[in-house]
Antibody, heavy 122, light 114 residues
Framework: EVQLVESGGGLVQPGGSLRLSCAAS????????MHWVRQAPGKGLEFVSA????????YYANSVKGRFTISRDNSKNTLYLDMGSLRPEDMAVYYC???????????????WGQGTLVTVSS | DIVMTQSPDSLAVSLGERATINCKSS????????????LAWYQQRPGQPPKLLIY???TRESGVPDRFSGSGSGTDFTLTISSLQAEDVAVYYC??????????FGQGTKLEIK
């Protein structure tokens, strides 16, 4: 079964940092691009960041560029999102999601993880 | 960025009746070289992550009940549930993957039972 499990969310003060992880199983992780998408409480979905299957290409939403870093460790089947200079508006559930077409960086998402909540508050 | 606008924002339909959700993009998401519309639909049940229903605007994901169908081209798209079931209560999102890296989603349509 293809599965994505996020971890690392929690309460952080404005200006603080946090590292999210997404553990993948049930598929050849190194063959697929991965994304982070977030959802603020009661709101819609927002693209955050993307990384190619080999980690060689990364992309960010303008709202997080320069503050967040996406990376992956294909030997550990794990995706990461390092979040810095956190702002109250970054508070959201963060989902990792796979692009299910082998090798493509940009397409639809399937599956999505269960999400991890990041709360930014003093 | 391409703006995706869904209508209505919320919808109440009786069990067994048809539900129709619309999604309009601010510019075409039809890629002329392959004649494909770069649009997907997701279902998000309460407390759950989004689940893929439809991609390429009208291709149903494996395992998705055939009461779900997608249609449209260019800038106007529709998700139709032919006979509403109780488990279809959810928020539905459209998603364009034509303009990258500026992926955008619709604001969501909340579907309830009347």
């Amino acid at each position: 079964e293809v599965q994505l499990v996020e971890s690392g969310g929690g309460l952080v003060q404005p200006g603080g940092s946090l590292r999210l992880s997404c553990a993948a199983s049930g598929f050849t992780f190194s063959s697929y691009a991965m994304h982070w998408v977030r959802q603020a409480p009661g709101k819609g979905l927002e693209f955050v960041s993307a990384i190619s299957n080999n980690g060689g290409s990364t992309y960010y939403a303008n709202s997080v560029k320069g503050r967040f870093t996406i990376s992956r460790d294909n030997s550990k089947n794990t995706l990461y999102l390092d979040m810095g200079s956190l702002r109250p508006e970054d508070m959201a559930v963060y989902y990792c999601a796979r692009v299910p077409t082998n090798g493509d960086l940009w397409a639809w998402f399937d599956p999505w993880g269960q999400g991890t909540l990041v709360t930014v508050s003093s | 960025d391409i703006v995706m606008t869904q209508s209505p924002d919320s919808l109440a339909v009786s069990l067994g009746e048809r539900a129709t959700i619309n999604c309009k993009s601010s510019q075409s998401v039809l890629y002329n070289s392959n004649n494909k519309n770069y649009l997907a639909w997701y279902q998000q049940r309460p407390g759950q992550p989004p689940k893929l229903l439809i991609y390429w605007a009208s291709t149903r994901e494996s395992g998705v009940p055939d009461r779900f169908s997608g249609s449209g081209s260019g800038t106007d798209f529709t998700l139709t549930i032919s006979s509403l079931q109780a488990e279809d209560v959810a928020v539905y999102y459209c998603h364009q993957y034509y303009s990258t890296p500026s992926y955008t989603f619709g604001q969501g349509t909340k579907l309830e039972i009347k």
